[in-house]
T-cell receptor
Framework: NAGVTQTPKFQVLKTGQSMTLQCAQDMNHNSMYWYRQDPGMGLRLIYYSASEGTTDKGEVPNGYNVSRLNKREFSLRLESAAPSQTSVYFC?????????????FGPGTRLTVL | GDSVTQMEGPVTLSEEAFLTINCTYTATGYPSLFWYVQYPGEGLQLLLKATKADDKGSNKGFEATYRKETTSFHLEKGSVQVSDSAVYFCALIIQGAQKLVFGQGTRLTINP
């Protein structure tokens, strides 16, 4: 099992360009998440999808859109990139069970917006 | 709201030293608590967890005990190695909720 995979690993954009970050999981998890990681701020939730066909805003959704394409895939789109979106983006997934949901993370996408 | 506060880093220790990274939390419900580790250039990996008060999570020589009375979940290791150099995140999730709440992370460097 590959777990959670993300593409691309690195990307450089110019202000105003658009791009889509791809995420896929092979653990048959219902829930998927997109986070951004900035120095000194930990991880902040952008959007999440509790199940196929649903998406919800997290802590910092402005400037982003998401699509839960199917149970495996959850993409994050930047329609018009801004320098403030320079960050490392992590996708995660979790299953159902017990009193908690352990989240499994992908390796991340390092995005620079010039 | 729910929040997690970690001791500020960076933390630098010599090999075989004792490690403590403090973590305290504020939660509106009954949280489960986690420590995640991020090695350089990688994503986060779950290090250990505890789901109820007085539970002790342990893995790879690391331990943390869920202390409800002090709302704490401090990470400890008796003898650190150079390979433990990483960023450590404390996190919580409220029972029935979807979202993890992370602390800001603590960068740990171990010198030989």
């Amino acid at each position: 099992n590959a777990g959670v995979t993300q593409t691309p690993k690195f990307q450089v954009l110019k202000t105003g360009q658009s791009m889509t970050l791809q995420c896929a999981q092979d653990m048959n998890h219902n829930s998927m998440y997109w986070y951004r990681q900035d120095p000194g701020m930990g991880l902040r939730l952008i959007y999440y999808s509790a199940s196929e066909g649903t998406t919800d805003k997290g802590e910092v959704p402005n400037g982003y859109n998401v699509s839960r394409l199917n149970k495996r895939e959850f993409s994050l789109r930047l329609e018009s990139a801004a320098p403030s979106q320079t960050s490392v983006y992590f996708c995660a997934s979790s299953g159902i069970g017990g009193s908690y949901n352990e989240q499994f993370f992908g390796p991340g996408t390092r995005l620079t917006v010039l | 709201g729910d929040s997690v506060t970690q001791m500020e880093g960076p933390v630098t220790l010599s090999e075989e030293a004792f490690l403590t990274i403090n973590c305290t939390y504020t939660a509106t419900g009954y949280p489960s608590l986690f420590w995640y580790v991020q090695y350089p250039g990688e994503g986060l990996q779950l290090l250990l967890k505890a789901t109820k008060a007085d539970d002790k999570g342990s893995n790879k020589g690391f331990e943390a005990t869920y202390r409800k009375e002090t709302t704490s979940f401090h990470l400890e290791k008796g003898s650190v190695q150079v390979s433990d150099s990483a960023v450590y995140f404390c996190a919580l999730i409220i029972q029935g909720a979807q979202k993890l709440v992370f602390g800001q992370g603590t960068r740990l460097t171990i010198n030989p």
